[in-house]
């Protein structure tokens, strides 16, 4: 069973900064990509950004020239650099790993983070 944890969401006033972090943890036997997703009420899930085990990355166009993605495949880790926070990026921050496990691909959903920017 694999495991994804995310952490370092919080309160953050318009202009400000977060840096999200994430760590897959369990049989896994490599990983595909990781990424970051959002959802904010009444919304879909939407991609924010993706970094492949090749080291590219995608990131969303609303939020490109703000947030970036980084990290480490090979350790099962990402992160996501937030700056320029706007209200409109108050949402459940998930992070998502592709990965392969016991010979077969297979995905796995954090729990989700909650970020809110509010003065």
């Known amino acids: 069973q694999v495991q994804v944890v995310e952490s370092g969401g919080g309160l953050v006033q318009p202009g400000g900064s977060l840096t999200l972090s994430c760590v897959a943890s369990?049989?896994?036997?490599?990983?595909?990509?990781m990424g970051w997703y959002r959802q904010a009420p009444g919304k879909q899930r939407e991609l924010v950004a993706l970094?492949?085990?090749?080291?590219?990355?995608k990131t969303a166009d609303g939020v490109k020239g703000r947030f970036t993605i980084s990290g480490d495949t090979a350790k099962n880790t990402v992160y996501l650099r937030m700056n320029s926070l706007k209200p409109e990026d108050t949402a459940v921050y998930y992070c998502?790993?592709?990965?392969?496990?016991?010979?077969?691909?297979?995905?796995?959903w954090g729990q989700g983070t909650q970020v809110t920017v509010s003065s």
């Open positions: 998502h790993a592709e990965f392969a496990s016991y010979g077969a691909s297979d995905s796995s």
């Open positions: 369990g049989t896994i036997f490599g990983i595909y990509n």
């Open positions: 970094m492949t085990s090749h080291g590219s990355t």
